[in-house]
């Protein structure tokens, strides 16, 4: 309990280090879940995610990818 507390604390504190562990174990369905709908409405994200020459792409595409397999645990 107390280290997903601080993992909680150091996601919600740096956005640049959230970004980079949004799909990591320590995130439950339900909150990967928002993180897909908050990301289904940010044009940026989704350019990067949906345009394979753009350098973001492969993180994007990562992250997108990440978030969804903790949204739908098989």
């Not at 753009?54 to 997108?64: E, I, Q, V, Y």
């Amino acid at each position: 309990k107390m280290l997903a507390d601080l993992g909680e604390t150091m996601l919600a504190e740096d956005s640049a280090f959230k970004g980079s562990m949004s799909s990591n174990a320590f995130t439950s369905p339900v909150a990967a879940q928002g993180e897909i709908t908050q990301l289904k409405g940010d044009p940026q994200f989704l350019q990067q995610l949906q345009n394979a020459q753009d350098p973001g792409h492969k993180s994007a595409l990562a992250r997108w990818t990440g978030l969804h397999n903790q949204a739908h645990p098989q």
